[in-house]
């Protein structure tokens, strides 16, 4: 369900990601893809975002409590390469 979805997140499609491909979205982005940080963003910011804003009921800290995940995810995986990133991780 797509309700009360910022404009900016409604391009995006809401497709489910099996953990395989997440796990190598997440690896492609330790290895610093920039295509693949657009790709994790587009698949999973709508839902996170929504998770937010039921959380927070407030869209502007929604959008920061998103911004964060990101930046928090980003870091993470960059300072524990292959942490928990599964065996395509050589």
């Given at each position: 369900?797509?309700?009360?979805?910022?404009?900016?997140?409604?391009?995006?499609?809401?497709?489910?990601?099996?953990?395989?491909?997440l796990?190598?979205?997440?690896?492609?982005?330790?290895?610093?893809?920039?295509?693949?940080?657009?790709?994790?963003?587009?698949?999973?910011?709508?839902?996170?975002?929504?998770?937010?804003?039921r959380?927070?009921?407030?869209?502007?800290?929604?959008?920061?409590v998103?911004?964060?995940?990101?930046?928090?995810?980003?870091?993470?995986?960059?300072?524990?390469?292959?942490?928990?990133?599964?065996?395509?991780?050589a």
């Amino acid at each position: 369900m797509q309700a009360n979805v910022p404009a900016l997140y409604k391009h995006y499609a809401w497709p489910m990601l099996s953990s395989d491909h997440l796990v190598q979205l997440l690896n492609d982005c330790a290895r610093g893809d920039s295509q693949a940080l657009a790709r994790l963003y587009g698949a999973t910011a709508p839902q996170l975002f929504a998770i937010a804003l039921r959380i927070v009921r407030r869209r502007d800290s929604a959008e920061d409590v998103l911004l964060e995940s990101f930046v928090n995810i980003l870091g993470f995986i960059s300072f524990h390469p292959g942490y928990m990133l599964g065996p395509s991780v050589a």
